[in-house]
C-alpha cells in the first residue's frame, strides 16, 4: 500500500514562505507524477502543481512564478517551496502520486495565510 505523509503547513501572514515536504513510502520513479492539490473552504479541489517522471513540471495559473516543486530522488519526497503567500492561498494542501489513472493521496496539510 503507497503511503503519502505531508509535513510543513502552518499559519503565516501575506507575503511570507512556506515549505510542504511529501514523504512518499516507495521509489518515486515508480509512479507516472507526483504533486499537490488544494482545497479551498467551499471550493473544490485543484491542482497546483505536479512533477512527470521525467521532471516537466506544470503549475496552476494563480501560482505561477511563486510556487516551486521539487523532489529528492535519494529522500523519496516532492517538496513545495511557496513564495508570497496570500491568502487566497489557505487551504488543505494534499500530496498525490499516480500511476497511470490511479491516485494515491496524503492525508493533507492545513496552509493558512492571514494578518
Known amino acids: 500500500q503507497v503511503q503519502l505523509v505531508e509535513s510543513g503547513g502552518g499559519l503565516v501572514q501575506p507575503g511570507e514562505s512556506l515549505t510542504l515536504s511529501c514523504a512518499v513510502s516507495?521509489?518515486?520513479?515508480?509512479?507516472?507524477?507526483m504533486g499537490w492539490y488544494r482545497q479551498a473552504p467551499g471550493k473544490q479541489r485543484e491542482l497546483v502543481a505536479d512533477?512527470?517522471?521525467?521532471?516537466?513540471?506544470n503549475y496552476a495559473d494563480s501560482v505561477k512564478d511563486r510556487f516551486t516543486i521539487f523532489r529528492d530522488n535519494a529522500k523519496n519526497t516532492v517538496d513545495l517551496q511557496m513564495n508570497s503567500l496570500k491568502s487566497e492561498d489557505t487551504g488543505v494542501y494534499y500530496c498525490?502520486?499516480?500511476?497511470?489513472?490511479?491516485?494515491?493521496w496524503g492525508q493533507g496539510t492545513q496552509v493558512s495565510v492571514s494578518s
Open positions: 498525490f502520486s499516480r500511476i497511470l489513472r490511479r491516485h494515491y
Open positions: 516507495e521509489n518515486i520513479f515508480n509512479f507516472n507524477a
Open positions: 512533477i512527470n517522471v521525467g521532471g516537466t513540471t
